[in-house]
């Protein structure tokens, strides 16, 4: 934002985006194997 190349909305949804994908990968469980074999 700061050097013009994104708008604040971007950089927001951008930020926004990258919190989602840290929960994500953070709270991640693996499929049981039934799970995986239906």
Same mark, same amino acid.
């Given at each position: 934002?700061?050097?013009?190349? &994104?708008?604040? !909305?971007?950089? !927001? ?10 929960? #994500?990968?953070? !709270?991640?469980?693996?499929? #049981? /194997? /039934?799970? &995986? !074999?239906?």
């Amino acid at each position: 934002v700061t050097k013009g190349i &994104l708008t604040e !909305e971007g950089a !927001e949804i951008l930020h926004s985006t990258r919190l989602i994908g840290n929960k #994500s990968a953070h !709270e991640i469980e693996a499929h #049981s /194997q /039934q799970t &995986l !074999e239906t």
